[in-house]
């Protein structure tokens, strides 16, 4: 068009142009996994990647033993691991469960399994979900495995054997067959797992390049900070191998991580506010570090006002805040600066979404008044796997019940109120109060005990504890017990010897109380 300045600017054009390849690309790739009469596989996509560029990088951890894994080499361990599999018995349609902390094992596991037609899912839990039988487990954790008879064990070996092609063993519809099972604790803390067919993960993948603005579509190297574990990370790290992009884990030393970021020119980092805090902290310390972000998401939290400010000043001035579940995603963004101001904004709903604020009887509610959130559509599931406990009411007539209060504006901004009911959320990762309160209470000289969560200075959550009992209680040794028996992110920060735990009538912990009672300062 005649007088359009942005279109003649020289920047604008680039952009324009690879969000346009982007867009086509995305396109083309679901027309082409839709094939009809043909059973489809996206880990087609990382083939032709890696037999189109088979020496450029896909994956990097800084520091660790791999050095830069490129897309060649991806292939053969994941190839070599497919092997393995099929010889241990495993087939396609089968549930398979990975567990492992080693990034690289991890992508050559699920796109192994995904060659095979295998269902994965991946766990940082020893136990196994009941709520659906899973046929074996991967693992190179030494830990002991429960729930699970076929448990594999997996080495070094594993990534070291035949890399050779290995035929295709079809299963299933694209737009049926589920091709990864993500676990997710829902709105009441306890694990649920959702099916992804291809097609569900195609779609949210087309989302993710139209809701994030024309910055994001076109970042080709990505600093991945959330685990694969989540369906956040999966989504991601599955996207950016798609399309022939390059996948960053964070290394055992900072310092090597934020050195990678400027060597490799990494231009975008999605990862929780947590992570964004501890990251603004490194380049705070080492100002040396010059960060080549172009632009960074941030999803699992709320974002504060006091964190937006620190990372837009020293990181990244293009943050985006996103609001995401794992039933439905993506959902809302919008870049933080400006929603920095509106207390309890996560983001602007996508417009293929539905959304509704409703009473307790599901009657809708006016733009503004607060009530019950509920989502639907295109990149929702319908439920979730078997027949898992507390999730009645989650899923009814078409609509997701993430388990939010809040209300929308008329510009459909997204403002979260709280939860209705009480799970800790650290990072997007959630667990009931209860299992840590069980944890505690089992320590010698603990009678009673609570949990919550709480901001540190930087605005971040953490998991506090206070433990009525004996006053010899050992807190060093009762913090070292919780680390052996929780996952990481949930064993308290710091732990307050109280003389009670506030409780109501019925003997249930009055939870609004519990933070009144533990000094903000230690």
Sequence with gaps: MAGSSACAHPVGQDHARRFDRT????????????????????????????????????????????????YG???????AVARRCLGSGIKANDIVAIRTNDPVFHLAAILALKRICAVSLSTGQAGMPDEFTVDAVITDVPE???????????????????????????????????ARIVMTSATTGDPKGIALTQEMLVRRMHACDAIFGDVVPTCARIFLDIGLTTSWGYLWAMKILARGGAVFFRGTDPAETLQAFG????????????SAGEFVGYYESTPDFACPFETMLSSGGMLTAALSERVRGRMCTHLIATYAATEITPLASAPAHRIVGTKG????????????????TDLPLPPGEEGRVRFRGHT??????????????????????????????PERLLIIAGREKAVINVGGNKLNPETIETVLQSYPGVAHAGAFCR???????????????????????????????????????????VADIPR?????????????IAPSKL
């Excluded at 002991?144 to 299933?172: F, N, P, Y």
């Excluded at 020119?265 to 506010?273: D, E, L, R, T, Y």
């Design 345 to 360: 904004a996560v983001g602007y709903i996508a417009p293929w979404i539905g959304a509704e604020i409703v009473d307790e």
């Design 144 to 178: 002991a495995i429960s729930g699970c008879e076929k448990v594999l064990r997996a080495d070094w070996s594993w990534l070291t054997g035949d890399s050779a092609a290995i035929s295709r063993h079809d299963s299933g519809s694209y737009e049926t067959a589920a």
């Design 504 to 516: 109501n009538d019925m003997g249930r912990i009055m939870r609004s109380r519990l933070e009144g």
């Design 23 to 70: 867009v086509i690309f995305n396109e083309a790739l679901r027309q082409q996994l839709n094939l009809s009469g043909r059973s489809v596989n996206i880990v087609d996509a990382f083939e032709f990647q890696a037999f189109y560029h088979p020496a450029s990088l896909a994956v990097c951890v800084p520091g660790s033993h791999y050095g830069p894994v490129s």
């Design 380 to 409: 929702c599931v319908s439920g979730y796997v078997g027949t898992p406990r507390n999730a009645r009411g989650v899923f009814k007539d078409g609509w997701f019940y993430p388990g939010d209060l809040g209300s929308i504006t």
């Design 263 to 274: 060597l490799y020119k990494v231009q975008c980092m999605i990862g929780s506010p947590a």
């Design 455 to 497: 901001a540190n200075a930087a605005g971040i959550d953490e998991v506090w504890a206070v433990v009525a009992g004996g006053a010899d209680v050992d807190v060093q040794g009762l913090r070292a017990f919780c680390a052996q028996n929780l996952p990481a992110l949930f064993v308290p920060v710091h732990i307050v010897r």
């Design 73 to 79: 080499r991806l292939r053969g361990f994941a190839n």
